[in-house]
T-cell receptor
Framework: DAGVIQSPRHEVTEMGQEVTLRCKPI?????LFWYRQTMMRGLELLIY????????DSGMPEDRFSAKMPNASFSTLKIQPSEPRDSAVYFC??????????FGQGTRLTVV | RKEVEQDPGPFNVPEGATVAFNCTYS??????FFWYRQDCRKEPKLLMS???SGNEDGRFTAQLNRASQYISLLIRDSKLSDSATYLC????????????FGKGTMLLVSP
């Protein structure tokens, strides 16, 4: 298995632009997580899907952030409009049941 | 109080040293505990789970103290390759369980 696949690996965008991050979880995994990591706050859970349904989105910072999981093999995290304070590494992770979570390599987002 | 707290370090130790990290958690209902390792500019990866009775994996020993709500990780005979950030992770069992990460403790092993 190729593991959790995220794209793009790096994104540099101007303030105000829309950013879409993509994630392909490991086949067969029924839970998907989006995390954001910064030096100041560490790894923060943004949203958690179980069987493609959003279960906990309390970590989504504000209305500028939205996430979808249209099927078991794909999820997106969208920021519209982006702001410099959104600059961070965004990780997607998946797991089966209550086993360990496997992380993608992350998307390093820079908003200038 | 933060849900999961760790000393950020860095811990600077020479090769061969023994080093220990602690982590405290605030939710007494937490059920499962893990240590993840994160290398610089890489994704976190599971190092080991932490069981109530304590567990060992080679040079690594993890222990759980439910009464005091802390978890520890002991690394013996440190190697240069152990240099990384170690993340303490707690899973609650309230409804659908999520993983809450500490900010991590950085370890630097020098020759």
């Amino acid at each position: 298995d190729a593991g959790v696949i995220q794209s793009p690996r790096h994104e540099v965008t101007e303030m105000g632009q829309e950013v879409t991050l993509r994630c392909k979880p490991i086949s067969g995994h029924n839970s998907l997580f989006w995390y954001r990591q910064t030096m100041m706050r560490g790894l923060e859970l943004l949203i958690y899907f179980n069987n493609n349904v959003p279960i906990d989105d309390s970590g989504m910072p504000e209305d500028r952030f939205s996430a979808k999981m249209p099927n078991a093999s794909f999820s997106t995290l969208k920021i519209q409009p982006s702001e410099p304070r959104d600059s961070a590494v965004y990780f997607c992770a998946s797991r089966e049941g209550n086993t360990e979570a496997f992380f993608g390599q992350g998307t390093r987002l820079t908003v200038v | 109080r933060k849900e999961v707290e760790q000393d950020p370090g860095p811990f600077n130790v020479p090769e061969g040293a023994t080093v220990a990290f602690n982590c405290t958690y605030s939710n007494s209902a937490s059920q499962s505990f893990f240590w993840y390792r994160q290398d610089c500019r890489k994704e976190p990866k599971l190092l080991m789970s932490v069981y109530s009775s304590g567990n060992e994996d080679g040079r690594f020993t993890a222990q759980l103290n439910r009464a005091s709500q802390y978890i520890s990780l002991l690394i013996r005979d440190s190697k240069l390759s152990d240099s990384a950030t170690y993340l303490c992770v707690v899973r609650s069992n309230s409804g659908y369980s999520t993983l809450t990460f500490g900010k991590g403790t950085m370890l630097l092993v020098s020759p």
